[in-house]
């Protein structure tokens, strides 16, 4: 499975960015996907998590009310809509996947079996 991601930019705070990450499987069935960040020196952390099964959802407290997590199924892509950014949002930002059936949301990096290439956002303030 290969993950291609693509969206991220520069942009004011307040704005908003989408983040797309494209899936090269056969069908997009039973899976889960997440979205992390990371800063330099510190630990990836969960963004929000999307399973095929629901779907369940989960967003970390500090985007919620302003990350939706979505997919699109006939195009095999994940989507991250970023609203009302902060500055510290800036980070790379990598989404992930692993072949799932289950009813809960991945929302742990360990958890998951492949790895985009990650993209920059930073926010300006």
């Known amino acids: 499975v290969q993950l291609v991601q693509s969206g991220g930019d520069i942009v004011q705070a307040g704005g908003s960015l989408r983040l797309s990450c494209a899936a090269s499987v056969s069908t997009f069935e039973d899976y889960a996907i997440g979205w992390f960040r990371q800063v330099p020196g510190k630990e990836r952390e969960t963004v929000s998590c999307i399973n095929s099964e629901g779907p369940t959802t989960y967003y970390a407290d500090s985007v919620k009310g302003r990350f939706t997590i979505s997919t699109d199924k006939a195009k095999r892509t994940v989507f991250l809509q970023m609203s009302t950014l902060k500055s510290d949002d800036t980070a790379v930002y990598y989404c992930?996947?692993?072949?799932?059936?289950?009813?809960?949301?991945?929302?742990?990096?360990?958890?998951?079996?492949?790895w985009g290439q990650g993209t920059q956002v930073t926010v300006s303030s």
């Open positions: 992930a996947f692993r072949l799932y059936g289950g009813s809960n949301c991945l929302h742990k990096k360990n958890e998951y079996d492949y």
